[in-house]
């Protein structure tokens, strides 16, 4: 279903949006095709490894089923974590609980996949970073949303850069802004920059965090922790989203993504939950807020998605009913031809016969 907020005003949209899509913990139960049998199951990561308290990672999980197809069923296991090391969202995100190591049970049609689990760092205090937590956190709350507070001239007298351009801007219009009014590092949970989106102070936007939840609890952090600006922390060098080039067997059924950026200093971190996947064909695809692509009919995407200035994409096909289907060889006049092929066989299509001459020149017509 399309969602369009182009008649609420300000960053109204932004906040209905995040809660249409609801919490991580409420996304639907999904099942297995009538009539699937699952012969085996694959899981990405292959490990899940979390070294702070607001770390996370979303698992992939795929099933190849005996007809050959091979299908998304990340929302449709039983995780069973051992240790009470993690939590396993309905929408397959884990995040930690304690230190130690175990593993992580997914059972999908008759079949299992354990993925080994390591956490750490629980018991020591994590330094929240303003540029690499803070800002991708309000970004994905819709704060400096081109509808919200990053609009030309800001929202109700508060202005942020759009989608945080400009870390410096952003943290003085926080803490130095009206004789600091926004934060409250005695008692974190009386700054505005909490009560607003927590909806305790009436604000335009809607309620878009709450307490105990992960962005309510990092930015709370940040604030206890002295409001530092570090601008000098590691930068996004390059993201990557997975899976690549996904194959969803039929309209109907959907695929979940992930994305993971690459910092400059070399670290990894998974920022599907913050990042913003857009289709480039709603008709076909349509993404929702956690990453969850639902696909309609039989065509192609393009997925693209977009974190702290940097974008990746891929390409996502729906293949509907090919029963019946089967590839003819055929002679490849030139590399143009073999590439042709390549693209018919993936979408399971037959190339046309050659045309006439006449047809020929009236299309080359038409087209010209």
Not at 36 to 44: G, I, P, R, T
Request: hydrophobic share 40%.
């Amino acid at each position: 279903m399309k969602r369009h907020f182009l008649t609420i005003p300000g960053c109204l949209a932004s906040a209905l949006a995040l809660l249409v899509a609801g919490p991580v913990s409420a996304a639907p139960k999904e099942h297995l095709p009538e009539g699937a049998k699952v012969v085996s199951l694959e899981a990405n990561p292959a490990t899940v490894a979390l070294g702070n308290k607001y770390a996370y990672a979303q698992v992939l999980l795929s099933a190849q089923l005996e007809n050959g197809d091979r299908i998304d069923v990340t929302r449709m296991a039983e995780p069973v974590v051992s240790g009470d090391l993690a939590s396993v969202s309905a929408t397959g995100v884990v995040r930690p609980k304690a230190d130690g190591d175990g593993q992580i049970i997914f059972q999908v049609g008759g079949q299992s996949i354990a993925v080994p689990l390591k956490i750490s760092g629980q018991k020591t205090d994590y330094a929240v970073s303003f540029v690499r937590d803070v800002m991708p956190s309000m970004s994905k709350l819709g704060c400096n949303a081109g509808t919200c507070h990053g609009s030309l001239n800001g929202k109700n007298g508060f202005k942020l850069s759009l989608r945080g351009y400009d870390p410096l801007y952003d943290h003085r219009a926080l803490t130095d802004d009206i004789a600091s009014r926004r934060i409250n590092r005695a008692a974190p949970d009386q700054s505005l920059m909490l009560l607003k989106p927590a909806g305790v102070i009436p604000h335009v936007g809607g309620v878009v965090t709450q307490p105990g939840q992960p962005y309510y609890n990092l930015i709370r952090s940040w604030i206890a922790g002295g409001v530092k600006l570090d601008l000098d922390s590691p930068r996004v060098a390059s993201t990557e989203i997975f899976p690549k080039n996904p194959v969803v067997a039929m309209p109907g059924m959907s695929q979940q993504m992930k994305v993971l950026a690459t910092y400059s200093d070399g670290a990894v971190r998974d920022v599907t939950l913050e990042a913003f996947i857009d289709s480039g064909n709603t008709d076909v695809a349509e993404p929702d807020k956690l990453g969850l692509i639902s696909v309609i009919r039989r065509g192609e995407a393009p997925i693209l998605a977009r974190f702290e200035g940097s974008y990746t994409a891929t390409t996502i096909t729906v293949m509907g009913d090919r029963s019946g289907y089967e590839w003819k060889d055929l002679p490849a006049n030139n590399y143009v031809d073999e590439l042709v092929y390549d693209k018919l066989k993936r979408v399971k299509s037959l190339p046309s016969e050659l045309c006439t001459d006449a047809e020929f020149i009236r299309r080359v017509s038409l087209d010209l």
